[in-house]
Nanobody, 121 residues
Framework: QVQLVESGGGLVQPGGSLRLSCAVS????????MGWYRQTPGKQRELVAT???????TYADSVKGRFTISRDNAKNTGYLQMNRLKPEDTAVYYC???????????????WGQGTQVTVSS
């Protein structure tokens, strides 16, 4: 059974940093894309950043130059380094894996349970 588990959220002051991690467990054939999304109450979930298995990245305009997405393919783990955080970055952050489990070899989207990031003084 495939699971994505996020960690690293918390409370940080404006201008501070946090590093989120997303560990993918289970028997995986391939993780094609890993991504981070965020959601605030009453709003749709929005893309923050994605990274392919070859390391190609995309970022939302609002986080370019402040956030860095990365992954460790050997550990099936993704990361989101968040610097110069702003109050408007406050949200629940979700990890997404576009992957194929070994059992099915079928590519699909998998989500973590989310981790709260609060930027406040």
């Amino acid at each position: 059974q495939v699971q994505l588990v996020e960690s690293g959220g918390g409370l940080v002051q404006p201008g501070g940093s946090l590093r989120l991690s997303c560990a993918v467990s289970g028997s995986i054939f391939s993780i094609y894309v890993m991504g981070w999304y965020r959601q605030t109450p009453g709003k749709q979930r929005e893309l923050v950043a994605t990274i392919t298995s070859r390391g190609m990245t995309t970022y939302a305009d609002s986080v370019k130059g402040r956030f860095t997405i990365s992954r460790d393919n050997a550990k099936n783990t993704g990361y989101l380094q968040m610097n110069r955080l702003k109050p408007e970055d406050t949200a629940v952050y979700y990890c997404n894996g576009d992957l194929a489990p070994l059992a099915t070899m079928t590519r699909d989207d998998y989500w973590g349970q989310g981790t709260q990031v609060t930027v406040s003084s």
